[in-house]
């Protein structure tokens, strides 16, 4: 997936790397929904964010991931392994598992059904800049860097 106006490749917020490769495995660091460092969207998934727009940000921060590590030394992915969602939710939200569907969709849409990841989605009750969700993915690279 190369870079497109629409999805530059992500950068660092901080002092990190937004993708590190060690023997052909590639992790990427927690992607937001951030287009040109700007997170798309704010808030808590069942207070004032829906499923559905959790969903669409899931799927952006899951394309944010592909994109940081097939821009790093060892990229492009060559099958994703791993993938844990991050959702910033009320005590009393249980359709996390919602949610990461929009994170594997867009996955699916990118590299088919067959190389989806294993998965978690886990609640917490806050995510860097009020974001609703964070994904991280781990994944097979071409590179050995």
Do not use: W
Not at 60 to 77: E, K, M, T
Not at 103 to 130: I, K, N, W
């Amino acid at each position: 997936m190369p870079e497109s106006p629409k999805f530059p490749t992500p950068k660092p917020q901080g002092r990190y790397v937004a993708a590190t490769v060690h023997e052909g495995i590639a992790y990427s660091a927690g992607m937001t929904p951030r287009i040109d460092g700007e997170l798309t969207i704010t808030g808590t998934v069942g207070l004032d964010v829906t499923v559905e727009q959790a969903q669409s940000a899931a799927a952006l921060a899951a394309r944010n991931a592909v994109l940081a590590i097939n821009a790093s030394p060892g990229g492009p992915i060559i099958r994703c392994l791993k993938m844990t969602v991050f959702v910033a939710s009320t005590t009393d939200f249980t359709q996390h598992t919602d949610v990461a569907d929009g994170a594997s969709a867009a996955l699916a849409d990118l590299f088919g059904d067959e190389y989806l990841p294993a998965r978690s989605a886990v609640g917490v009750t806050s995510l860097p800049s009020g974001s609703p969700v964070e994904i991280e993915l781990t994944a097979a690279v071409a590179g050995l860097s």
